[in-house]
């Protein structure tokens, strides 16, 4: 049994094989976001009639069957009033959507109209792969969107996406914990120092953490630390304030008000399920997950507007339809997503979904002011009622990832691994700095 | 020529064929298609531009890649603790002690498990809530709660357990092929010239194992550089960069940042650096087993 030549070529070549073989799907996910809504068919440009016959390809991300109703009828409306146009309409999980997009891409197969989330929508936005939707949307157009949700997506004065449906985070309460620290759940806490207030008296009075939450990027805008400049040439994060947020987090995880763990969002609902914190941030979809794994914790739930931080604005999660650079009949798809997304269907697919509508007009509805007392109306009205604050934050620039994960890592450094703070902001901001000067 | 077309060899090609294909198409092509790839910025959506050997100056400039070199590279000492355990356990289940054949099948279980579910169990395990921590607490070995998987110090250490105890069984078995193989007159022959168990085991079963030894180690030190699942389920290379392997490294700069040409230069530095370590493997192992003739 002794090695041979072949055999040992051969065994490196499977060496190489398997190191280079790709490995499994994508992770990457955020829990289904909440509702958008954007313009009207036809208005501002004019419905289309095909000199040609066109086919509308069009993705969407778990959508069927739950929603095959609704989207087959909007379908033949606006099949019957463009005439000549007919839409091919697939769904795909969400860790399949950017792997499919990215091959459809590369075979030169692209579809035409596509969900996508805000963070990847921008990522190819700013990589120049996706439409301009500026140059033809008319101003009242892109007005019917909050402001917020609908500039995640615009990036040099271009809309790169039109928002779809949204939601926004809302604070969950553990009654029980709550009223045991002796605090008034009927008079929630309105901002973060408040909410850190009564996370210490839940705390000492309890033994329960007040939080959890996972260390990302966006913890810097929440509190009105700019990530980048002004022109997004170079990392903006390295401040005074920067530092006091992170030192105040420390000291919290010190004390155990806040979890001192990086906790992703199956964590958080193991957390809160437990009754291990008081509190949790975090959008409606929440709900459905502790209506499962604990429905006596969901019996005592309540929610509440999201307290703010020093920014005052509170973060959404936002799906949107998009339209691939390489579409071959940009003026249809336009007028499909912008008739997707106007006030009317959002608010009906808001209906049909229980999510938030992204345009204005849409949550006037009755549907997002009244309430039933359950948790599910309490956190829809909470949240809608939040929307004008809302924003998706994004980098927008093309290394956006890069970026983002750059700053997770110091995050971690710091607060799990117990490096020093200024030393780490330093680092990461050098870091930043080298992927923006890398540009890709 | 055409004589040898019906050759004994003509029938193993026939029957090595599809299975040629299919790596040929899915592994030997990305390898070999990596490597003008690598000497771009492909990244599907964009222009793609030629940028020589940028993306390796680069690389050796990237902290966090180094980093996961690093990582990547201690993970590879859990092969030597690998196989001596596999081996013991091999000789264990070996024997011919009553029940032994349940023992087989039970080390035998994690290998069969997918990986996703081993990792959500110990993750529920290693929790800060989790049984771990409260044998621990109870037996007063620690005084508080340890967040095993989101402590540097501690996960890295964490996820090379948890994929030996999810190995363990498969090169056990392995193993205990090879122990099969060995002639029992040989041990008859050490017996009579006095040898006990520790030097039949040290004098004929290891000598004699070395082949297999051999095999395990190399696809040992490549599952452990190429080591994915584990990580990126449990900690996606967090705490910081504590647990950032090569792998996911490459995994995240690829498929989550859509740097592809980048990816493929880190890809093709990895791949060479496992190269050398099989070289080395194959120098260290070069003599033993049972020859046929």
Redesign the interface.
Known sequence: ???NRKG?TV???L??????????G???TKGTPDAGSTGEPGTGAEATAAAEPVKLEFWTIALQPTFNDYFNNLITQYEDSHPGVTVEWKDYPYDAIS?RL?TS??SGKSPDVVNLNTEFAS??GS???LLNLSEYLTDEQAKSYFEGIYNSTVFDGKAYALPWYTGTEVLFMNKKLVEKAGLDPANPPQTREELVEWARQVHEKTGAAGYAQQLVSKLFPIDGISILNEDKTAAAFNTPEAEAMITQMRDLMKEGVV????ADFSKQI?YFS?E?VAFQLSGPTFINFIKTSAPDVYKNTIAVPLPTGKANLRLSNSMNLVVPQKSKNPQQAVEFAAFLTNAENQTAFSKAANTLPSSKASIQDPFFTESDGSLEAEAKVASSQSLDKATDYMVGVP?A??IN?AL???L??IL??G?DIKETLNKVEK?VNTIIS?G? | MYKGFRSESFTAWAFMAPGLLFLAVFTFWPIIYGIPLSLTDYSVITETNYVGLDNFTRAFQDHNFLISLWNSLVYVLIVPVIQIISILMAILVNSRIPGVKMFRAAYYIPVVTSMVAVALIWSWLLGNNGVVNYLLLKAGIISEQVSWLSTSSTALYVLMFITMWKGLGYYMMLYLAGLQGIPADLYEAARVDGAGPLRLIVHVTLPLLRPHILFCTLISVMGAIRVFDEVYILTKGGPGTSTLTSSVYIFQKGLEQFNFGYASALGLIVSVMVGALSVLVFRLNRKGGVNSY
Request: one cysteine or more; proline letters at 0%.
């Open positions: 049994m002794g090695t040992f065994s490196l070549l060496t190489m094989s398997m190191l280079l073989a790709a490995c499994g994508n992770g990457n792997q990215l891409t590369a990522q190819l990589k120049g792969a979890l001192k763990e990086d193991q437990g291990q290394s990832a890069d994960s997770a890592r110091g971690q450094e799990m691994n490096a870091e890398q890709s």
